[in-house]
């Protein structure tokens, strides 16, 4: 059975894309903890753990997880994008890349934001757009 991650990939769950290519997906976290909490994907890789994957998985993964980190950083105002890997919650690997005015702002302990869907589907097509013209 395909995972949840998997399901957004293929269009069959809707989100807010980011950012994709044939291998691999970006889109917004729906519990983000701050505007433009983007999670980056393998599409056709569903293990849960990045060190189980291939290493042109993960090498691709990660190159892709840096332009969509640098499109992040134009669309959304922010000091740094940080980055983290946990995989605790779905089984499928992903980068979380979070847009960051201080340290505090990786804690995923914190209460998450809710956004407005036009608030997060604006700010999707800006990181969108900015990866596009890349």
């Known amino acids: 059975m395909a995972t949840i991650f998997t399901r957004i990939a293929n269009g069959e769950i809707p989100s807010y894309k980011c950012a994709e290519n044939e291998d ?6 729906i519990a983000p903890m701050a505007k433009g909490h983007t999670l980056v994907i393998p599409k056709h890789v569903e293990d849960d753990y990045i060190f189980h994957l291939d290493e042109k998985t993960y090498e691709g993964l990660t190159k892709f997880a840096r332009e969509v980190a640098v499109a992040i ?16 919650e779905v089984p499928h690997t992903h980068i979380h890349l979070i847009p960051l005015q201080t340290e505090a702002d990786m804690d995923f302990r914190k209460p998450k934001l809710t956004l407005a869907p036009e608030e ?6 800006a990181i969108l757009a900015a990866y596009e013209n890349r």
Request: hydrophobic fraction near 55%; proline fraction near 4%.
């Open 73 to 88: 950083g134009q669309a959304v105002p922010c000091k740094r994008v940080g980055v983290a890997v946990l995989g605790m």
């Open 24 to 29: 691999f997906y970006a889109f917004l976290d």
């Open 120 to 125: 997060m589907k604006a700010i999707a097509d």
